[in-house]
Every structure is written in C-alpha cells, then in structure tokens.
C-alpha cells in the first residue's frame, strides 16, 4: 500500500490513445496497458509535479480507491520522485546477461534444410537476403543427415544440461522439402532415440508444391505444424510468388493443400506477404476463402525488406478491416505488425520482451555449411556447428547479438513510445538497409507505431469503462 505522505510525480513515459472519453495508456518502456477514464487522467496529471497524496485528499472532495492508487504505482504510471525508471531498467537488464552465456535461452532449432528452392517469389527474403552475403554461393546447398543429426544431438545437450524436456525443431529453406529424405530421417531418428526424454515439436516451413501423399501422411503421423504461404486469390498470389520460369504458381500451392486435407491433415492458417505487386489485389474476399477451407489463421506481413512504398495509412486500412473482418468471422489476423501490441501486456522488468524468439537468443539457426545463425533469413553469422555447445560465451556474435537487443539498449529506439515492445522491429529490415544502403528504418518505425495506435484504438472500441481498476478515481 502506498504511503500517503509518500512525494509521488506522474511518469514522463506515460503514453495514452483516446475514444470518446476513454482511453488506453501504458509506460513506453514497461507497459502495463490500463484503459481508464478521464478522472484517472485528471488524478494523473494531478501529479506533473511532485505532490504527496495527502495534498490530493485536502484538495479534492472526493476520494481515490487506495486499490487503485497501489495499480497505478505498481505499474509505475505514478513513481516516487527518487525513482529513475530507465536506470531501474539498465539494472534489470544487466542482471538478465547472466542468461546469455551460460546457453539457458536457447530453446528453438532450425534447420536449414535445402539453400535451393523451386519458387523464385519476387519479395523472398531469403533468397533476396541470401544475395548480399556468400550463403548464396556455399557450394553445401542440401544439409546432410549426418549435420542434421549431429546438430540434434548438440542442440539437445544444451537443452539437457538446463533441465528442459520440451524441443521444438523447425525444417526451414529454400524449399526443405527438396530435401525430404533427410527431414524424414532425422523425424525417425528422434522419436528413436530421444522419445522417452524430450517431448519434441517439429514443424516445416513449405511451399507445398512438393506436397505428396506419402510426405502429408509422413508429417500427419509425427504430427509436424505445417507452416505454408499464399499470397492471395489467384491473380494476387501469381503476381509476386511464381516458378522461375515465372510461372504462377496458385494452383501448385492449393494442390498441396489438397493433399493435405485428404490424409486428414489440413492447414489451420496460411501465411501471407504483401508487396506493392499484390497490394491492391488482397481484400476480405481472402478471409472469405480461408474460411471456406476451415481456417482459423491468416497471417499477413508486409515485405520487410522491401519495406513496400505504398503510403502507410493506406497499408494500416487495408491490413485492420482485414483484421476486424476475419474477428467477425473467427478468422486471427497477426503479423509483424501486432507484434509490438501483443507484447505490451509483457513487461521488460517481469520477462525478456523482444521483438522475436531470434534476437531474444531463443532460437537457432543452421544451414548446409555448418554455419549458425540467428535465424534463417539472417546473414550475420553467429557461430558454428563445431563450437554449438560454446557459441553463446562471452563476448562471442550471439552474445553481441543478445546483448544488443536488450530493452533499452537500442539508441534509435529511445523515446519511441513502444521503445520497451518494439525493440527496434525486424532484424532483417536492419541487415538488409545496411547491406544496401538504403534507408527505409525510419519508414519502418512509423509503421509499427502508427498500426500499434489502431489496434490499441480497436481495443477501446471493444472494451467496457466498467472493467477499468482506476474507477474509482
């Protein structure tokens, strides 16, 4: 309970949106999403200047619910005079480095199955990242079973020496399922060897044009997650995913899919990327078929290279009636772009908060060549193979990389109202404008705080004054 006589001053980090008399407010750098009303404000501002809360009952005739009060000092939208919010984050994350080194955040595992693929998609990241590192040119195109499962085998003794039961593994590409004898062997060879110790997860990332009743009744029986994109109705998908011929490649994909559904395995969700090729063909409409086929999911990202120059708001329109249409439907709309919403329910002080599992050192990555990294889009190589079980040591890329994305340690990022949320967006973004020069960041962070708005503004819209803590004040 918060002493009354306690000198208290409103947090400079406070951030609000507002419909119609009521609004959202949360700290940029811990969080914490209220919605309160306008008296909550008013007793808020009350405190521009440092004041005790004391003064607050002599000036006012009514009073604020102490269980209030304690809420809005807990999530320190009132602080002590004394308290430095941003030193007590700099102290948070410096006790959080202990984690990095000794390998207790590594929980994910991704192959990198085939540097090849059959597709030649005009926004692939990686293959368009690929081009402006010597990935693209490592003779090791297909990972063997021998790297794979001595990868496995490494990957689980770090899980092992933190007392963690539960893997997850993903096969990634280029196209992985170029290289389906490898993933069905190492399928086998884990369910052999590791059934009794570790609850393992796996799940792909495929086109599905290579799709066969074999593979889907395969990946059905060890029950991988399928991950799989199309990026729209025919005429949007064919415009930006093609064969490289260039050929549309719709009808590859939906046959996949088909075959999927008659082992008994259908996908729940697709993946979607927009581009300034298939912007305008992309609508409801896709929602439409998504729940004809008995999915749940859409997931629609903007090309986070390209960074699309389509004017933002009209990119924010497009992407929340989709949103707010497939809700209506029971359709989830995520992206990228949600991100620095949904994590403002964590708090940095309470939890790593990034803006994903890769910088966070969650997860990593390994190609055909041996070689790790953060993730499988990334060109910035972070350790090796033949070191995996020391890669994270002090000092070392994947330390860098961690220590660098920490909350509060990104300079561009200080100020920003979801600075504690965002963590400076997308790495590849970052990688790619460094490698080519371009300057497309700034775009970027306006766009992950200007959609943040909306969706916080879509929250007003469905929540009730009622649910609110502050009431009372």
Not at 116 to 135: G, M, Q, V
Not at 161 to 168: C, G, Q, S, W
Not at 280 to 306: C, F, K, P, Q, Y
Not at 374 to 397: E, K, L, N, R
Request: hydrophobic fraction near 35%; aromatic fraction near 10%.
């Amino acid at each position: 309970m918060v002493d009354n006589d306690n000198v208290l001053v409103r947090s400079a980090f406070i951030q609000q949106i507002e419909n119609d008399g009521v609004f959202v407010i949360w700290h940029s750098l811990f969080g914490y999403p209220k919605i309160v009303s306008s008296a909550t404000l008013e007793f808020l501002n009350y405190f521009l200047e440092p004041k005790t809360l004391l003064s607050w009952y002599d000036t006012h005739e009514t009073n604020a619910g102490q269980e209030a009060i304690d809420e809005l000092v807990r999530c320190y939208f009132l602080k002590p005079k004394t308290l430095d919010e941003r030193k007590l984050l700099v102290e948070t994350m410096q006790r959080r480095k202990i984690d990095i080194t000794n390998g207790s955040l590594v929980e994910y595992l991704e192959l990198i199955m085939c540097e090849s693929c059959n597709f030649r998609c005009t926004y692939c990241i990686h293959f368009n990242n690929l081009e402006i590192s010597d990935r693209i040119n490592s003779p090791k195109k297909f990972m063997s079973f021998h790297l794979a499962k001595k990868t496995v085998d490494k990957y689980l003794d770090i899980l092992k020496i933190h007392n963690k039961h539960v893997a997850e593994i993903n096969f990634g590409g280029g196209e992985p399922l170029l290289n389906w004898q490898v993933i069905k062997q190492i399928i086998e060879y884990c369910d052999e060897a590791y059934s009794g110790t570790f609850d393992i997860h796996f799940s792909i990332n495929t086109n599905a044009s290579l799709m066969t009743k074999e593979i889907a009744e395969t990946l059905k029986q060890y029950n991988v997650d399928i991950a799989s994109s199309l990026d729209g109705l025919q005429k949007g998908n064919d415009s930006v995913r093609m064969t490289k011929s260039g050929r549309g490649t719709y009808g590859e994909i939906t046959d996949g899919f088909q075959t999927l559904k008659r082992v008994g395995y259908p996908l729940n969700g697709i993946a979607v990327t927009i581009t300034e090729n298939n912007f305008h063909e992309l609508n409801e409409s896709l929602i439409d078929w998504a729940v004809t086929h008995g999915m749940t999911n859409v997931r629609i990202d903007i090309d986070v290279i390209g960074m699309v120059s389509i004017p933002i708001y009209e990119i924010i329109s497009k992407l929340m009636n989709m949103r707010r249409y497939g809700k209506r439907l029971g359709v989830d709309v995520p992206g990228f772009w949600s991100r620095p919403a949904e994590n403002l329910s964590d708090s940095p002080l309470d939890k790593r908060v990034t803006f994903c599992g890769a910088i966070e050192g969650n997860s990593i990555c390994v190609a055909p060549s041996g070689k790790i990294y953060s993730c499988g889009y990334s060109v910035d190589q972070i350790g090796d193979i033949a070191t995996i079980q020391s890669f994270y040591s002090f000092g070392s890329p994947y330390y860098k990389l961690v220590e660098d994305h920490l909350t509060g340690v990104m300079e561009m990022c200080k100020g920003c109202m979801i600075e504690g949320h965002c963590g400076g967006g997308c790495k590849i973004t970052h990688e790619f404008a460094k490698a080519t020069g371009t300057t497309k960041i700034e775009r970027m962070c306006n766009f992950y705080r200007d959609i943040t708005k909306e969706i916080l503004k879509d929250q007003l819209l469905e929540a009730s004054i009622e649910v609110t803590l502050p009431q009372s004040i």
